[in-house]
């Protein structure tokens, strides 16, 4: 049955190993649903219905059958494209350099020519379309076999060299006034390295995206000496104005001395905090932590703290009025929540992921109400599905990253699905050691949220009418982009943020562990202050593009401005087997 239905794709493919035509993808993949749908139409006796609704399972590749046929397929299809495409017009480029340069072949070939006609003057005058996507190969022995003139033959070496230029998807452009970082030329050539060796481990580096990540040592660009990996933290040390009063660290003045009144506190004290916070409320718990702080209790239930003057301690004791912040309503809560979650015993149990986010992660993430909306449930990035879309090799048939938590505003962007996207976390699984896992993710997490910008980019740029003023391009960098990374009770914190020519710097900005007990009911501290730094990020993101995207609408018709480069073009990320996926799931579940 297999032998009948794939025989069309097997002539075709014995056809394209052994003609001088190469088919395009858009080719083979037609030939193969014309052979399907042959086959289903059919009514051969010969054909059982069996085997029609089998052919209707691989025609839909949103079914299993249909997208591991897929997949298969563009992998063989890409694997002789780098084989042998490439291998031929890198001969056939020599083959014509030759034949210009050198005037005696010259002559001998058109002596040889002379009388001859060009087969394909008949097909390119009918079927000008198709022939344009065909790459014929040709045999560095033969003579002239399709050059009857010398303008022929220029004309095929410029065609040559204008299919040598759009290969060359590294090719970047620096866009500011400023002159281009001297280690970001570095990381450039690097890059451009890598597309030439590209495969299938050279795919898992972040730089081949273009994102230059200093997380971690064996992904940070080789060729990045120590003062020039100073430099780049500098850069994003500026960026997050470390150092000064403003700072991406620094909170509100309540959220602080909330924070810090709850710091002296001992972990019985906190337990009596979270169980005051349900009757008597948030200003029931503020009044609860200033009779402990003010009391001689808190001198005696913990000797190894450092005791403040008087004046210096009220100064940052936390206030009555304090009750009012929405950032110290959210501490408390986050703290009640994290007591009740430990003392009914779900950390302790076996949860899946979806369990995780709904006891736990929905109130973490509760502090972006007001700020961006919140998705969760294997939502498509429309900001991936874009750039997968527009890569080089992609498939008409790609689909976005699956994200777990998305992180929109709806009224940015009314006419997309899920709004627009500022930022989201990507789980890691739920079992306790899932370190691999975790650095498999944080490539997608990167990723993700450099589509994400870019597609803020390419919204500002389309408001003010293909043109932006420089003005507007300075402050592009300024959108910083925070996302997040879990696996069960961790999360991590990843800043991604664009430098220029394409490309982008990636850093982690802090992660922490969900208390799981109440020794550990100290760690909500820490929790809540990472979210709300990252609160305090994205709120900065969106209302700079938000006022920027006004500001381009305004200056659509003003003289004066910059085109900003097209978005370099890259190559499909590698698909994942489903059938190892499948099973390592069953394997996992039979433990």
Same mark, same amino acid.
């Given at each position: 049955?297999?032998?009948?239905?794939?025989?069309?794709?097997?002539?075709?493919?014995?056809?394209?190993?052994?003609?001088n035509?190469?088919?395009?993808?858009?080719?083979?993949?037609?030939?193969?649903?014309?052979?399907?749908?042959?086959?289903?139409?059919?009514?051969?006796i010969?054909?059982?219905?069996?085997?029609?609704h089998?052919c209707?399972?691989?025609?839909?590749?949103n079914?299993f059958?249909?997208?591991?046929?897929?997949?298969?397929?563009?992998?063989?299809?890409?694997?002789?494209?780098?084989?042998?495409?490439?291998l031929q017009?890198?001969?056939r480029?020599?083959?014509?350099?030759?034949?210009?340069?050198?005037?005696?072949k010259?002559?001998e070939?058109l002596?040889?020519?002379?009388?001859?006609?060009?087969?394909?003057?008949?097909?390119?005058?009918?079927?000008?379309?198709?022939?344009?996507?065909?790459?014929?190969?040709?045999?560095?022995?033969?003579?002239?076999?399709?050059?009857?003139?010398?303008?022929?033959l220029?004309?095929?070496?410029a065609?040559?060299?204008?299919e040598?230029?759009?290969?060359?998807?590294?090719?970047v452009?620096?866009?500011?006034?400023?002159?281009?970082?001297?280690?970001?030329?570095?990381?450039?050539?690097?890059?451009?390295?890598?597309?030439?060796?590209?495969?299938?481990?050279?795919?898992?580096?972040?730089?081949?995206?273009?994102?230059?990540d200093?997380?971690?040592?064996?992904?940070a660009?080789?060729?990045?000496?120590?003062?020039?990996?100073?430099?780049?933290?500098?850069?994003?040390?500026?960026?997050?104005?470390i150092?000064?009063?403003?700072?991406?660290?620094?909170?509100?003045?309540?959220?602080?001395?909330?924070?810090?009144?709850?710091?002296?506190?001992?972990?019985?004290?906190?337990?009596?905090?979270?169980?005051?916070?349900?009757?008597?409320?948030?200003?029931?718990?503020v009044?609860?932590?200033?009779?402990?702080?003010?009391?001689?209790?808190?001198?005696?239930?913990?000797?190894?703290?450092?005791?403040e003057?008087?004046?210096?301690s009220?100064?940052?004791?936390?206030r009555e009025?304090?009750h009012?912040n929405?950032?110290v309503?959210? =501490?408390?809560?986050?703290?009640?929540? !994290?007591?009740e979650?430990?003392?009914? #015993? %779900?950390?302790? $149990? *076996?949860?899946? &992921?979806?369990? =995780?986010?709904?006891?736990i992660?929905? !109130?973490?993430f509760?502090?972006?109400? #007001? %700020?961006?909306? $919140? *998705?969760?449930? &294997?939502?498509?990035?429309?900001?991936?599905?874009?750039?997968?879309?527009?890569?080089i090799?992609?498939?008409?048939?790609?689909?976005?990253y699956?994200?777990?938590?998305?992180?929109?505003?709806?009224?940015?962007a009314?006419?997309?699905?899920?709004?627009?996207?500022?930022?989201?976390?990507?789980?890691?699984?739920?079992?306790?050691e899932?370190?691999?896992?975790?650095?498999?993710?944080?490539l997608?997490?990167q990723?993700?949220?450099?589509?994400?910008h870019?597609?803020?980019?390419?919204?500002?740029?389309?408001?003010?009418?293909?043109?932006?003023?420089?003005?507007?391009?300075?402050?592009?960098?300024?959108?910083?982009?925070p996302?997040?990374?879990?696996?069960?009770?961790?999360?991590r914190?990843?800043?991604?943020?664009?430098?220029?020519?394409?490309?982008?710097?990636?850093?982690?900005?802090?992660?922490?562990?969900?208390?799981?007990?109440?020794?550990?009911?100290?760690?909500?501290?820490?929790?809540?202050?990472?979210?709300?730094?990252?609160?305090?990020?994205?709120?900065?993101?969106?209302?700079?593009?938000?006022?920027?995207?006004?500001r381009?609408?305004?200056?659509?018709?003003l003289?004066?401005?910059?085109?900003?480069?097209?978005?370099?073009?890259?190559?499909?990320?590698?698909?994942?087997?489903?059938?190892?996926?499948?099973?390592?799931?069953?394997?996992?579940?039979r433990?």
């Amino acid at each position: 049955m297999l032998t009948i239905i794939l025989r069309r794709l097997v002539l075709r493919i014995y056809r394209l190993e052994t003609e001088n035509i190469t088919p395009t993808w858009t080719d083979v993949l037609n030939g193969w649903k014309d052979s399907l749908e042959a086959m289903i139409n059919t009514n051969h006796i010969r054909v059982p219905n069996s085997v029609k609704h089998f052919c209707k399972e691989l025609l839909n590749f949103n079914t299993f059958e249909g997208e591991t046929v897929l997949e298969r397929c563009m992998k063989w299809y890409n694997n002789f494209y780098e084989r042998y495409c490439d291998l031929q017009l890198a001969e056939r480029v020599q083959h014509i350099e030759e034949k210009i340069y050198s005037s005696q072949k010259l002559s001998e070939m058109l002596q040889g020519t002379e009388n001859k006609k060009r087969p394909q003057d008949d097909t390119n005058d009918n079927e000008a379309g198709p022939s344009n996507e065909k790459r014929s190969r040709q045999d560095s022995s033969c003579e002239g076999a399709y050059q009857d003139d010398v303008e022929y033959l220029f004309e095929m070496y410029a065609r040559d060299e204008e299919e040598i230029k759009a290969m060359d998807v590294s090719s970047v452009e620096w866009e500011f006034n400023y002159p281009i970082h001297d280690w970001l030329n570095k990381v450039i050539n690097e890059q451009k390295t890598m597309m030439s060796q590209i495969g299938s481990n050279i795919a898992s580096k972040p730089l081949l995206w273009r994102i230059i990540d200093l997380s971690y040592s064996e992904v940070a660009p080789s060729t990045l000496s120590q003062n020039d990996q100073v430099n780049v933290r500098k850069l994003i040390s500026s960026a997050l104005w470390i150092g000064q009063p403003n700072e991406w660290t620094v909170l509100v003045p309540p959220a602080e001395r909330c924070l810090g009144s709850l710091a002296k506190l001992t972990t019985k004290q906190l337990k009596k905090i979270a169980k005051t916070v349900k009757p008597n409320g948030i200003h029931g718990a503020v009044l609860e932590i200033r009779n402990i702080l003010t009391s001689s209790e808190v001198e005696e239930s913990n000797p190894f703290l450092i005791v403040e003057n008087k004046d210096e301690s009220n100064k940052n004791l936390i206030r009555e009025e304090d009750h009012l912040n929405k950032d110290v309503s959210y =501490i408390l809560e986050l703290l009640r929540y !994290t007591y009740e979650m430990i003392d009914i #015993g %779900i950390p302790q $149990r *076996h949860n899946s &992921e979806r369990d =995780i986010d709904v006891f736990i992660k929905s !109130t973490i993430f509760s502090c972006f109400n #007001g %700020i961006v909306d $919140r *998705h969760f449930g &294997e939502t498509v990035s429309r900001a991936s599905r874009d750039r997968r879309r527009k890569a080089i090799d992609a498939s008409s048939y790609v689909e976005g990253y699956h994200i777990d938590w998305l992180f929109t505003r709806h009224d940015l962007a009314k006419d997309m699905t899920w709004g627009r996207e500022f930022s989201l976390c990507e789980r890691a699984g739920s079992r306790i050691e899932n370190h691999k896992k975790i650095l498999d993710n944080t490539l997608k997490v990167q990723k993700t949220l450099k589509d994400m910008h870019k597609t803020l980019i390419d919204t500002i740029v389309m408001t003010s009418g293909g043109t932006i003023s420089k003005e507007v391009l300075d402050v592009i960098p300024k959108m910083l982009m925070p996302g997040f990374l879990s696996s069960r009770f961790f999360i991590r914190m990843i800043l991604i943020m664009y430098v220029g020519a394409g490309f982008y710097l990636s850093a982690e900005l802090a992660e922490f562990d969900i208390p799981t007990a109440y020794e550990e009911l100290g760690g909500v501290l820490k929790m809540a202050r990472v979210i709300l730094q990252a609160k305090r990020m994205l709120f900065s993101t969106v209302t700079l593009f938000a006022s920027t995207k006004e500001r381009a609408e305004r200056e659509k018709f003003l003289l004066g401005k910059v085109l900003l480069p097209d978005r370099p073009k890259e190559c499909s990320s590698p698909m994942k087997s489903k059938n190892k996926k499948c099973r390592e799931k069953i394997n996992y579940e039979r433990m």
